[in-house]
């Protein structure tokens, strides 16, 4: 089973050393990179190809987590509070609906979204 690769972007280094003794808990666990925030998470992403990107909450606007993660809907991204109490995980979750027995309307609802 391989590792899974981590990528920290933009954090304050305390931050940053908490979590890299974390995830050096877990043998699991591979801290590849730090970038700054200068560069954007697609360009990081390409660079590391990590499963997971790890960054200061505020530091990369939901629309740029968004298209980063229609581009490589099998990332992660964790945003943490500066103080590190507090963090969001954003993910792409496929999702099946049972639609039961389909008529036309329920057909075009389906359709529509």
Known sequence: M?????LLIDMPQMLRDIVRDVAARD?????????????????AARM??????????GVAPAQEIGALLESRPRTR???ITGDGRRG????????????GDLSP?????????
Request: a negative charge; hydrophobic letters at 45%.
């Open 77 to 79: 991204v964790l945003t």
């Open 2 to 6: 391989s590792r899974t690769k981590i």
């Open 48 to 57: 590391f190809d990590p499963q997971v990107i790890i960054t200061a909450n």
């Open 27 to 43: 043998p699991m666990l591979e801290v590849v990179g730090e970038v700054p925030k200068q560069t954007d998470l697609e360009t």
């Open 88 to 99: 969001t995980l954003y993910r792409l979750i496929p999702e099946a609906v049972a639609l």
């Open 105 to 113: 309307e329920s057909l075009l609802e389906a359709m529509h979204g």
